[in-house]
């Protein structure tokens, strides 16, 4: 379990996250909204240890992120995975190069066991004979795959994603939020989301946190989001007339 | 201020960059990767550079020496010195400072403004040490064999421009190249050279490693980080000088 107590950050005169507090369990898959600049990404840095909290504490089952030294911080992440909103992927590598990284940097694998696990993992996100191309060479979609195979090379505790969607279709859009969705539920890991899609919202946000101006302006789920009355909630929601027409079948259902 | 702050923050950088390696394999295959990035692709440029300047520091000294008091042998002898204890190690440097130094920022810059630092750091590995110490150790040691290859073909050049140009015999040229030989002039140029070779790997490193934005701030931060290692260059040059030959 994450457990968050009321973390302050600012940058300068810019207080940024002004004291959020909320939970993350085992095997469900969270997600963070709100609009541009509300201190998703901030939050989330917060979380992967990126960012440093001014006031309040983080804590990982237990283990205190401010009573931490460099070194366990460093242990830390390595039980975390993190699909970037770019992918991020080490673009003068090869995918195999990519995913094989982490296992080379911190396990004492053979290099056959390395591959083994590479390919696995590449499998695990539907993906075959890719192993020798660079990431110029891949779809947006396919980037996103190989970054969530390279997050979940090491069999992370936590995984955490920044926009995993942003850049790609609606229906490769909803193979990653399933996918995502799967690797959650069969690993049984804590995953955090980082999302402006409302489409993800419908389809895996079980627990669905909103962010405003750096504070929890609300704490749900996909089938309690649409009904709420939080009006900061409703006008993120409703914001396009989709979810307008959505939110009134609903209603009459 | 901002100099000081910049100066704190370089030496801070290098308190990261000098720890044990996570893992010597990686650091082993880095090393040799920026081997050749960094040292056996720099190797043409200091060739051709070094030959046509030391045959220029040969004609230039040739054409000023035409007094018959003196003696033809001094042009070989100035060739070999201004060669050996600036040319080379001082100014195949900056040199390298601009072709290798632009490259540093702008590598470590893209990986900072892509992400791909962050998520290095995610998967907890030590950055700096990861991303730098490889470039320092690889050009602190392969720049004195590309400076001594810069030494030797600039004394060559100046063999050529003699048979070239007639302004000297070569007979002439190696009795001046042969003359007041003093191996520890070697030692200052490759005491030097190495800690210009320091410098080309940590300045750079430094200015792509905190570039924050896009792909115009790598770029201001390239030519700022070419900039400075030359200025650096050129003042530990003074204080070198004076401290060992002085």
């Known amino acids: 379990m994450i457990e968050v107590s009321n973390i302050h950050k600012s940058f300068g005169d810019q207080h940024v996250l002004k004291g959020i507090s909320t939970t993350f369990t085992k095997g469900e898959t969270s997600l963070i909204i709100g609009s541009s600049g509300s201190g998703k990404t901030v939050f989330l840095k917060c979380l992967l240890g990126l960012f440093d909290p001014d006031q309040g504490d983080i804590s990982y089952d237990g283990r205190h992120y401010s009573k931490m030294g460099n070194k366990e911080k460093r242990e830390l992440r390595k039980e975390m995975g993190m699909v970037f909103q770019s992918g991020a992927l080490f673009d003068s590598e090869t995918i195999e190069n990519n995913i094989m990284f982490p296992l080379k940097m911190f396990t004492d694998q053979s290099e056959e066991e390395i591959l083994d696990r590479v390919n696995f993992v590449l499998n695990r996100v539907h993906l075959e004979n890719v192993n020798k191309k660079f990431p110029a060479e891949l779809s947006g979609g396919m980037q996103k795959r190989v970054a969530i195979a390279r997050a979940i090379v090491m069999n992370p505790k936590y995984l955490f994603c920044d926009e995993p969607n942003s850049g790609l279709d609606p229906r490769t859009a909803i193979v990653i939020d399933n996918l995502i969705q799967e690797i959650t539920d069969e690993y049984q890991i804590i995953t955090i989301i980082n999302t402006h899609d409302m489409n993800s919202v419908m389809e895996i946000g079980e627990k669905i946190i909103f962010l405003k101006d750096g504070l929890k302006a609300w704490e749900g789920s996909s089938r309690t989001i649409f009904k709420t009355d939080n009006e900061a909630v409703t006008d993120f929601v409703y914001s396009s007339d989709l979810f307008k027409k959505v939110r009134e079948v609903y209603n009459k259902s | ?246």
């Not at chain 2, 800690?195 to 080309?200: N, S, T």
């Open chain 2, 1 to 246: 201020m901002i100099y000081l702050h910049n100066i704190g923050k370089y030496f801070l950088m290098l308190g990261q960059v000098f720890r044990r390696p996570q893992k010597k394999v990686i650091f082993r295959e880095n090393f040799f990767k920026e081997i050749e990035e960094l040292g056996l692709k720099s190797i043409g440029i200091v060739a051709f550079i070094s030959f046509f300047v030391g045959g220029v520091v040969a004609i230039q000294t040739g054409l000023n020496v035409d007094n018959p008091w003196i003696p033809k042998y001094l042009i070989g002898f100035a060739t070999k010195r201004s060669i050996i204890l600036e040319f080379a190690p001082t100014f195949m440097s900056i040199i390298l400072a601009g072709k290798v130094g632009s490259y540093i920022t702008s590598s470590i810059g893209t990986m900072r403004v892509t992400e791909q630092i962050d998520a290095l750091e995610v998967m907890g590995v030590n950055t700096l040490n990861h991303l730098v110490l490889p470039k320092v150790m690889a050009t602190v040691l392969f720049y004195p064999f590309i400076i001594v290859l810069a030494m030797i073909l600039g004394i060559f050049g100046g063999w050529f421009a003699g048979i070239v140009t007639d302004l000297y015999t070569l007979d002439n040229y190696i009795e001046g190249i042969r003359l007041d030989f003093k191996p520890y002039l070697i030692r200052y140029a490759l005491t030097k050279t190495m800690v210009f070779a320091f410098l080309i790997a940590t300045i750079p490193s430094y200015y792509g490693y905190y570039v924050k934005g896009g792909s115009i701030e790598v770029g201001k931060a390239s030519t700022k980080a070419v900039v400075w290692t030359s200025i650096v260059i050129i003042v530990f040059n003074y204080f070198l000088t004076q401290m060992l030959l002085g």
